[in-house]
């Protein structure tokens, strides 16, 4: 994806709710979510064991949309493709805008 590449770029509407893909990094110092160079980058304070990762996912997807996330894929790799049932691609972009970082 090209670096001027906004949020609202990286997320979709389907039939089902809204959809966006997300790379994940574990065992960062904090957790948060970062837009660098097109893409969304979830940055977790946990670990892959157990899959810690995806519950922090979940859980902060969860938080700042206000609807627990589904990953449709991904589930064992770093990129994700996270479903938001029944929810538009506005309220997702809303809510992201308040919380992600952006960088370079």
Not at 6 to 27: E, F, I, Q, R
Not at 51 to 64: A, E
Not at 77 to 96: D, T
């Amino acid at each position: 994806m090209a670096s001027g590449t906004s949020v609202g770029d990286l997320v979709a509407d389907t039939g089902k709710g809204a959809v966006l893909w997300v790379y994940v990094s574990p065992k960062s110092a904090k957790t948060y979510l970062e837009h660098v160079n097109g893409e969304l980058i979830f940055y977790s304070a946990a670990s892959c064991k157990d899959h810690g990762v995806n519950h922090d996912l979940i859980r902060w997807f969860s938080k700042v949309v206000g609807v627990r996330p589904i990953i449709v894929k991904g589930w064992s790799a770093r990129k994700k493709l996270l479903l938001f049932p029944g929810v538009s691609k506005e309220k997702v972009v809303r809510a992201l805008l308040k919380h992600v970082r952006n960088s370079g």
